[in-house]
């Protein structure tokens, strides 16, 4: 089993910038890809991807952030990082980290929130 513990959440203002950690443990060695994902809050909306990265460092993101996040992972530290940058309040959600196995299984953080005020 994988653990992935997120953090680096908070509340800033419009146009400012956080970064998001998610910190992997236990059998690492099953994980390809790994992502971050967001549920906004209020009605029960799917999570959607925010970006993802390959074991490779291949990156996507989803249109809405590119420009603007940035996805990095240090293998040494079994950790990846989402660097966020002009953040907007329609970027307010709960964001979750995400790790895909050579089983094709996944593995889900806990959520830590950003909340981005006007």
């Known amino acids: 089993q994988v653990q992935l513990v997120e953090s680096g959440g908070g509340l800033v203002q419009a146009g400012g910038s956080l970064r998001l950690s998610c910190a992997a443990s236990?059998?690492?060695?099953?994980?390809?890809?790994m992502g971050w994902y967001r549920q906004a809050p209020g009605k029960q909306r799917e999570r959607e991807l925010v970006a993802h990265i390959s074991s490779g460092g291949e990156t996507n993101y989803a249109d809405s952030v590119k420009g603007r996040f940035t996805i990095s992972r240090d293998n040494a530290k079994n950790t990846v990082y989402l660097q966020m940058n002009s953040l907007k309040p329609e970027d307010t959600s709960v964001y979750y980290c995400n790790a895909v196995h050579s089983d094709f299984t996944r593995s889900w953080g806990q959520g830590t929130q950003v909340t981005v005020s006007s």
């Open positions: 236990g059998s690492i060695f099953s994980i390809n890809a």
